[in-house]
């Protein structure tokens, strides 16, 4: 009786002791499962990474959309005429007085030499254009990488407005962004933002791609004075955070690609 006895007893113990492991192992993994490890990659939390916020570029280190495009309109190149006429009557009343010694009378005199101006040139080179616009030009000194540049024009010597600069850009989520500076005319200098009107707003292609969000904020059209300029500009966003845009920007930033 002892022997059958003592047998019983020790599968009862190996029995409970494999119930005991099982219910640890058990726990173990209920308290892995719980923690988040994982052992695929090496372990790590599974905490998002945060999106890296877009890195932003000089100007200068910017990229053309597509062929470089520079073009102002010089309206008004001085040109002088002179009349071979008045030329050869000038010529012989000053002759004239100097053999006689006389002083010669006013209907004799010969007449102002007239000047004209020339047609309208065409300037591609933006060293040539900055000094005779008029203004100071206002910029933002970085914008976000893959932005492109579109295009710059306007004119110079303009007999009633002066000079004028339109600067368009496409951003990296397709959105425009554009400039429109003149010398300052008004006594205003308030800083206001109105939506823009359908179809008058510069539109461009979305980049390849990137897929525009159906949230997307409105484009907004924005004015507001600088020193002795006049800033419009066009942009996505609210009136709050193109107001610190506006007053971001600066005068004198080198803004054509350096390649």
Known sequence: MFLPQSLSFVARWRFARLLVSACLLLFSFFLLSCSGLNFSGGGGSTT?????????????????????????????APVTVTSTASTATATAIAS?????????????????TP?????????????????YLGFSVFLPK??????????ASGTVHDPTFGGNLIIGYLLPDGSPLSFSEAPLRSNSRDFQCTSSPSGTAPQNPVTPGVKPSPTQAPILICTGAKDNTNVVFSLRGNETSLKQFFDALQPGINWVPAA
């Open 48 to 76: 998002p990474t945060p999106k890296p916020k877009p890195s932003l570029v000089a100007l200068t280190d910017l990229h053309w959309c597509n062929k470089p495009f520079i073009v102002f309109r010089d309206l008004h």
């Open 115 to 131: 000047s004209t101006s020339g047609p309208p040139t065409t300037i591609t080179d933006w060293s040539q254009v900055e000094p």
């Open 96 to 112: 004239a007085t100097a053999t006689t010694g006389g002083t010669p009378n006013a209907t004799s005199t010969a007449s102002p």
């Open 142 to 151: 970085t914008l976000p990488a893959r932005t492109c540049l579109v295009s």
